[in-house]
């Protein structure tokens, strides 16, 4: 990740801050959270009772980060959403034999999932009126306000017991209305947003930060730990969106201080790979210097490789810091380097980068 206008590289080297578009999805629904608490020896449709048994040791430890795959119930799953993140991760549900009914606004994009097995349909309330547990990945809010409580939403046609939930990085106060939505339809919702970026979806190494219903965390893992290495419980409903959003502002302003770093390093006459090595063996060692280097070159497989295309959208990440700046403003607390870093991205949004990877 790159740093716009305070990070421009030398002739031919343009480091640009990435953004990517983890999922194109354009539903705009709003919901709220009915409370209908059910016992964990409660089997919701379509799961067997073994999906609510307690969390596996993970690393010779008690906790809630990653259950076991041989929980789950093969049951049809329905996804919405099939963008940069949304479809390697409904084609990672496929690879663990789960049947999947998907739909996108955009038909396209349901092609390769069809070709793969799964069933298309035209909306999200076709989706929740043949699925009972569903998994939504949209890029805002708006989006998901619509694909929940829209005229053809989920929660026109969900199934009392249903698990709804959703890894789109929104507000946590859509979060809470989705959940208070929900409930009244007799269903759960849980946010579950994710880290990693397209890599870790297509290689099933997401790591999801879950919030919701204790009970119905057991439920939710048996889905997710298919599409991650590391699902995490965080606590009530929103605050998986919180650690989503604390993590992206840390990941803005490390990928804007690495982009820096870099470019100063080579206008010093630094090679860009040695730099880089340099900073990996030493206290400088960053997520954005090691696995996501902004500059061109240095490393393979990464959007600053191939010309800025696809990982984590600009206009994405100038979202997820506006996130951070409302819920700052809220709560009180100063956040000058993240509001420094939404305002970079937001000025690479406006120089014609916001479809660029934010690196």
């Given amino acids: 990740m790159t740093s716009a206008n305070l990070v421009l590289c030398p002739p031919k080297i343009t480091c640009l801050l990435p953004i990517s578009l983890w999922s194109r999805e354009s539903y705009v629904p709003p919901v709220d959270r ?52 949304g479809k390697p991760m409904a084609k990672n ?6 049947p999947v009914i998907a739909t996108d606004v955009f038909p396209e994009s349901c092609k390769e999932l069809q070709e793969l097995g799964a069933q298309i349909v035209d909306n999200p309330a076709e989706v929740a009126d043949q699925a009972d547990r569903i998994v939504t990945m949209l890029p805002s809010s708006p989006n998901v306000i619509e694909v929940y409580t829209g005229p053809n939403g989920i929660l026109k046609k969900v199934k ?6 959703d890894s789109s990085t929104i507000d946590p106060a859509v979060s809470k209305e989705m959940a208070v939505a929900a409930e009244k339809m007799g269903a759960v919702f849980m946010d579950a947003p994710v880290s990693g970026g397209v890599g870790a979806a297509s290689s099933g190494k997401l790591t999801f930060m879950v919030g919701g219903v204790e009970e119905e965390f057991t ?19 929103g605050t998986g969106q919180a650690a989503k959003i604390c ?16 470019n100063l390093g080579i206008r010093l006459g630094l090679d860009p790979k040695l730099l880089a090595k340099i900073l990996n063996m030493s206290s400088g060692r ?9 500059v061109p070159g240095v490393m393979e497989g990464v959007p600053s490789g191939n010309h800025y295309q696809g990982g984590f959208g600009t206009q994405l990440m100038a979202k997820d810091l506006g996130l951070a700046q409302t819920t700052a403003t809220n709560t009180k607390t100063p956040v000058p380097l993240g509001s420094l870093a939404h305002q970079i991205y937001r000025m690479m949004c406006a120089r014609g980068y916001a479809g660029k990877d934010f690196s």
């Fill in 34 to 85: 009915p409370s209908t608490p059910r016992g964990p020896g409660t089997p919701r449709l379509g799961t067997t009772a073994s999906a609510y048994q307690p969390a596996l040791m993970h690393n010779g430890r008690k906790g809630k980060e990653v259950s076991s795959r041989s929980m789950a119930s093969k049951t049809q799953v329905g996804f919405i959403g099939l963008g940069n993140m």
């Fill in 93 to 98: 549900l496929l690879k663990h034999g789960y």
């Fill in 160 to 165: 009392k017991g249903s698990l709804l939930i």
């Fill in 219 to 237: 439920a939710a893992q048996e889905l997710l730990t298919c599409m991650g290495a590391n699902v995490v419980y965080c606590g009530a409903v």
């Fill in 247 to 262: 993590n992206n502002m840390l990941l803005a302003i490390g990928m804007i201080g690495t982009s820096e770093t870099m």
């Fill in 286 to 294: 960053c997520w954005s210097s090691d696995t996501y280097n902004p």
